[in-house]
């Protein structure tokens, strides 16, 4: 199965909309049940410049994952970190999905963006997003307790972080 990632387009809102509405996304992200389909056609229609987002085809063309990279060129302090947040879709979970988009990610953050660090955040009871995250090179930094209020209960969250050569360090 070849996997090809691109930038979102913002034609792409429903498919989003479905990947955020699969039970293990839900469950896995920060995102509600039942999101809108009219609020993800707002967002793609008009990002902000800090935000880079990529979604991952399967060979018919049909939108299975989501990555989004935030950066911050506006704050002088964290213009080296970007922050990711990912979504695959229930059915292609385990698949690839999620190792193209995170290839994808690190390689613009590497370079084209020069970006040093990458950050996300992970629950903790995530062990195939965190052996993923831990396949690029991401480490826990720490913990998060309680974090966020899932399915009827708090739940912790690790810190994980990936740190990078900054291109003019390969000299």
Same mark, same amino acid.
């Given at each position: $199965?070849?996997?090809?990632?691109?930038?979102?387009?913002?034609?792409? *809102?429903?498919?989003?909309?479905?990947?955020?509405?699969?039970?293990?996304? =839900?469950?896995?992200? &920060?995102?509600?049940?039942?999101?809108?389909?009219?609020?993800?056609?707002?967002?793609?229609? !008009?990002?902000? !410049?800090? @935000? /880079?987002? &990529? =979604?991952?085809?399967? !060979?018919?063309? !049909?939108?299975?994952?989501?990555?989004?990279?935030?950066?911050?060129?506006?704050?002088?302090?964290?213009?080296? =970190?970007?922050?990711?947040? $990912?979504?695959?879709?229930?059915?292609?979970?385990?698949?690839?999905?999620?190792?193209?988009? $995170?290839?994808?990610?690190?390689? &613009?953050?590497?370079?084209?963006?020069?970006?040093?660090? @990458?950050?996300?955040?992970?629950?903790?009871?995530?062990?195939?997003?965190?052996?993923?995250?831990?396949?690029?090179?991401?480490?826990?930094?720490?913990?998060?307790?309680? /974090?966020? /209020?899932?399915?009827?209960? *708090?739940?912790?969250? *690790?810190?994980?972080?990936?740190?990078?050569?900054?291109?003019?360090?390969?000299?």
């Amino acid at each position: $199965m070849t996997i090809t990632i691109r930038r979102t387009e913002p034609s792409d *809102y429903k498919a989003i909309q479905q990947i955020c509405a699969s039970p293990k996304v =839900v469950w896995g992200t &920060l995102q509600l049940p039942f999101p809108s389909a009219e609020q993800w056609r707002q967002r793609l229609t !008009e990002p902000p !410049e800090d @935000l /880079f987002s &990529l =979604v991952a085809c399967a !060979e018919n063309n !049909e939108v299975v994952g989501q990555l989004v990279l935030h950066t911050f060129p506006h704050r002088p302090r964290r213009r080296h =970190v970007g922050q990711i947040n $990912m979504a695959v879709r229930d059915d292609w979970q385990g698949q690839g999905v999620g190792t193209a988009l $995170m290839q994808a990610a690190v390689d &613009l953050a590497d370079k084209w963006l020069n970006l040093t660090r @990458l950050e996300l955040e992970v629950f903790v009871d995530n062990a195939p997003a965190i052996r993923l995250y831990e396949k690029f090179d991401f480490s826990i930094e720490g913990t998060l307790v309680n /974090f966020a /209020f899932r399915d009827g209960q *708090y739940v912790d969250t *690790y810190l994980m972080a990936r740190l990078g050569k900054r291109a003019s360090d390969e000299v």
